[in-house]
């Protein structure tokens, strides 16, 4: 899908965080109500993703969610494009689960 001309994007954010202390657990805590927050979606446990008018516009989103990286733990930024989203398989035991879909509306920012 384009909006004048440009790909639009998913941002991907997988992460493993610690929660085995009060601490960690608030950071935890922190983080994914961020993404949350900013617009962000969980797609599976630890796994957030966002959909993005452009690949510059997926750049911010990832800078931004860079600024907010716990301490402790991992984090991971993946960017794909509509068409490669779209390829992805989901399955719950044996049956094939549809994706999700690109909003249809354009966002401004």
Not at 51 to 64: I, L, P, T
């Amino acid at each position: 899908m384009t909006f004048g001309g440009l790909n639009t994007m998913w941002i991907i954010v997988l992460f493993d965080l610690p929660t085995n202390t009060p601490k960690a657990r608030k950071q935890y805590t922190h983080f994914r109500k961020y993404l949350l927050d900013n617009g962000f979606s969980m797609m599976q446990y630890s796994v957030y993703i966002r959909h993005s008018a452009s690949d510059e516009n997926a750049q911010v989103h990832a800078k931004r969610v860079k600024s907010q990286l716990p301490p402790d733990g991992e984090v991971r930024i993946i960017k794909i494009t509509d068409k490669q989203f779209g390829n992805i398989e989901v399955f719950y035991g044996k049956k094939r689960i549809p994706t999700e879909q690109a909003p249809q509306q354009l966002q401004f920012f």
